[in-house]
């Protein structure tokens, strides 16, 4: 018995294939527009869909499918007589497979200078609507929106297997494809509005791996990409050797590569946990990874390091000494990939360390979502504030600015020390200010005399001054605004130390 598949696509990869198998398959084809040409033109006999709807296609495209003879053929239950008698009485026919992929708005708004007027006129009606209403009366209607998914059809078809599995599957497959459209719709429109913040928000992601596992191996994990991630986003870069991804490569990667783009000059990072725990710059490449190494030559041991210039074989022979999870580099010459290669399970990333535009950053609780703005304060939008009597002096000035970019990617409590633009002693996620200040002093060592420290909140009592003054630190930069500022302001004074206050605090939890 002839059955009727309605094609209706504006991708047309695969479909002149495709539709040449349901023909064979004894399936009568109805089209529309672009799509009816394109088979036309390859030999396939095809039915007009405004001679199923008896209604000429209108308004430049926008009503050809929405009309009862096609959502009817698609909603009618095969097995009640009900529906099957109205159909007759109408002389409408059944549509038993509907293929259709929707205006590539997702394209369109990629576009650079897209105007809004082009954005509207992407936005498909008919197509969703169609899609929906297959996907609803799946028991009784296949239904295909991705060209992957030709075979599986055929396939099924050709060996008459039972559809019902099958038919399933392709329904939550569109009804997931039809809410990412209708939330890349609503989120674009939104955007038009600057509304930043509305009564709902849809995220809609792409996987982009399956994971061997989560955080640990008995918890299962995948790797979600948004559509329009920057190019400088770890899901946009490009693994040119090693092993895949696991869940706390990825976590550390973000981190190192987040860092790495607060610095234009040349930088090196390295992070273990999802904290840096050696972070240097310098003149050269070669220079800043050599203070990123002698920041914390244990931690880097299994570490991921991020590193913002292209890596040549210089570089490469150094990285090559030191076990590393993964390397991220805007580039490498082909002698440095020879170099580190010769490594069969290290992970080389390229990709972008250029600051893109703000993104949002979200957080899961149970039941629920947190989301913020991206913390992009950055050192031009704060105003320094000189609160003791002694000015830093320009070296002290230099490694502030420094140090405050990197304390701010810290766990929280944070303290970080830094010298000679290289940090030397990092205190993360402590549960008290002076604990944090103590583990940064401790592994700074003798390092700390001269140094300076960077807090990512204010002192609450004058016992991390005074911690400070003990190891020899003569800078202090932190937020200020606690009401006993002033006992930290006066113990400065009486130690020569020089302390100043941004009045921007950078809590990191």
């Not at 897209?114 to 008919?126: F, L, M, R, S, W």
């Not at 490694?399 to 970080?416: D, E, G, Q, R, T």
């Not at 605004?481 to 302001?489: A, H, L, V």
Request: charged share 25%; hydrophobic share 40%; proline share 3%.
């Amino acid at each position: 018995m002839k059955k009727t598949a309605l094609i209706s696509v504006s991708d047309k990869t695969g479909i002149v294939d495709f539709v040449k198998q349901l023909v064979d398959q004894q399936f009568d084809i109805v089209s529309t527009g672009g799509t009816k040409r394109v088979l036309e033109e390859a030999g396939i006999e095809v039915t007009s869909i405004s001679e199923v709807t008896e209604f000429p296609e209108i308004l430049d495209g926008r009503v050809k499918t929405l009309h009862p003879n096609v959502h009817a053929g698609l909603l009618a239950k095969r097995d009640q007589s009900d529906h099957m008698n109205a159909l007759d009485e109408l002389a409408i026919q059944t549509i038993d497979l509907l293929v259709v992929n929707l205006y590539p708005f997702k394209e369109t708004i990629s576009k650079e200078q897209v105007t809004y007027h082009e954005a509207i006129e992407n936005i498909d009606i008919g197509g969703p609507a169609m899609l929906r209403a297959a996907a609803k009366n799946h028991e009784d209607v296949t239904v295909v929106v991705d060209p992957n998914d030709y075979m599986h059809v055929i396939d099924a078809l050709t060996s008459s297997q039972e559809l019902h599995d099958l038919n399933r599957e392709l329904a939550a497959k569109v009804y997931r494809h039809t809410a990412q459209y209708d939330a890349l719709v609503a989120d674009y429109l939104t955007k038009q509005t600057g509304e930043s913040y509305p009564e709902s928000k849809t995220f809609t992601l792409d996987r982009q791996q399956t994971l061997r596992y989560g955080e640990n191996p008995h918890q299962q994990a995948a790797f979600y990409a948004d559509p329009f991630a920057s190019n400088a986003s770890l899901v946009n870069a490009t693994q040119l050797h090693g092993k895949a991804l696991s869940y706390n490569n990825i976590q550390d990667a973000d981190v190192a590569l987040t860092v790495v783009k607060e610095f234009s000059e040349p930088t090196t990072v390295v992070v273990k946990h999802t904290n840096p725990c050696g972070v240097g710059t310098g003149d050269t490449l070669e220079a800043s990874f050599n203070r990123a190494y002698d920041a914390d030559p244990i931690s880097i041991f299994g570490g991921i390091v991020a590193l913002n210039r292209e890596v040549d074989a210089t570089v490469a022979e150094d990285l090559s000494q030191i076990f590393l999870e993964i390397i991220i580099a805007t580039s490498f010459t082909d002698e440095a990939l020879d170099i580190l290669t010769q490594k069969k399970n290290i992970r080389l990333l390229e990709v972008s360390t250029e600051q893109g535009v703000p993104e949002l950053a979200l957080r899961s609780v149970a039941g629920g979502l947190l989301i913020q703005d991206e913390d992009r304060y950055l050192e031009k939008d704060i105003q320094f504030d000189v609160v003791t009597e002694r000015d830093p002096t320009e070296e002290e000035w230099t490694n502030m600015a420094f140090a405050w970019k990197v304390m701010k990617h810290v766990k929280s409590n944070a303290i970080l020390l830094a010298t000679n633009q290289q940090t030397i002693g990092v205190g993360a996620g402590q549960m008290n200010r002076v604990g944090a200040a103590k583990i940064a002093i401790d592994q700074a060592g003798a390092k700390a005399n001269e140094a300076v420290m960077a807090s990512d909140a204010f002192f609450p009592m004058d016992d991390t001054v005074e911690a400070a003054y003990q190891a020899g630190i003569t800078a202090i930069i932190q937020p200020g605004g606690s009401k006993r500022d002033g006992d930290s302001i006066k113990k400065c004074n009486e130690y020569g130390i020089a302390m100043v206050f941004t009045g921007v605090r950078h809590f990191k939890h």
